[in-house]
T-cell receptor, first 112, second 115 residues
Framework: NAGVTQTPKFRVLKTGQSMTLLCAQD?????MYWYRQDPGMGLRLIHY???????AKGEVPDGYNVSRLKKQNFLLGLESAAPSQTSVYFC???????????FGPGTRLTVL | AQSVSQHNHHVILSEAASLELGCNYS??????LFWYVQYPGQHLQLLLK??????LVKGIKGFEAEFIKSKFSFNLRKPSVQWSDTAEYFC?????????????FGSGTRLQVQP
């Protein structure tokens, strides 16, 4: 099992550009999450999904959109990147009955 | 709403020193508690977790944590740290009757162990 994987690992964008981060998991997990990690602030939940075709907002959803068209994939989109979105993005997955989460390796995004 | 506080933002220790990292949470109901570790350049890994039962839980690499319900605390300890313990440590909580499926994380504690 590859577990939770994220693509790309690094990306540099200019303000106003758009991009999509891909999270994939091969554990057949129902739940998937996107977090951002910023210095001194820990991880903050952006969006999450409790199943294929469903998504919900987390603590800091503004400026991001997500889609869960397939159970194994959870996409995070930035339509118009801003410097405030410079961060490390982590994807995680989980399943019913287990309260912990399995994390991906992260994507480091810099917006200039 | 649930929240987690980690009051030690940056801790510097010498090898063989004892470690205690504080974690306090605010939530009145039943909780599950976690410590995650992030080594430099790596993703988060579960260090240990508390679900129920014995409030003293043991994790990997000699770490342990004690859940003290009356103090809303879940402090992480290790009797003798090693240089390889240099990492960032995150405490996380999940309230079981919130309907919220995600974890709430603290801001993290950066541990630097000097040889």
């Amino acid at each position: 099992n590859a577990g939770v994987t994220q693509t790309p690992k690094f990306r540099v964008l200019k303000t106003g550009q758009s991009m999509t981060l891909l999270c994939a998991q091969d554990m057949n997990h129902e739940y998937m999450y996107w977090y951002r990690q910023d210095p001194g602030m820990g991880l903050r939940l952006i969006h999450y999904s409790v199943g294929e075709g469903t998504t919900a907002k987390g603590e800091v959803p503004d400026g991001y959109n997500v889609s869960r068209l397939k159970k194994q994939n959870f996409l995070l989109g930035l339509e118009s990147a801003a410097p405030s979105q410079t961060s490390v993005y982590f994807c995680a997955s989980s399943y019913p009955g287990y309260v912990g989460q399995f994390f991906g390796p992260g994507t480091r995004l810099t917006v200039l | 709403a649930q929240s987690v506080s980690q009051h030690n933002h940056h801790v510097i220790l010498s090898e063989a020193a004892s470690l205690e990292l504080g974690c306090n949470y605010s939530y009145g109901g039943t909780v599950n508690l976690f410590w995650y570790v992030q080594y430099p350049g790596q993703h988060l890994q579960l260090l240990l977790k508390y679900f129920s039962g014995d409030p003293l839980v043991k994790g990997i690499k000699g770490f342990e944590a004690e859940f003290i319900k009356s103090k809303f605390s879940f402090n992480l300890r290790k009797p003798s740290v090693q240089w390889s313990d240099t990492a960032e440590y995150f405490c996380a909580v999940k309230g079981l009757d919130t309907g919220r499926r995600a974890l709430t994380f603290g801001s993290g504690t950066r541990l630097q162990v000097q040889p």
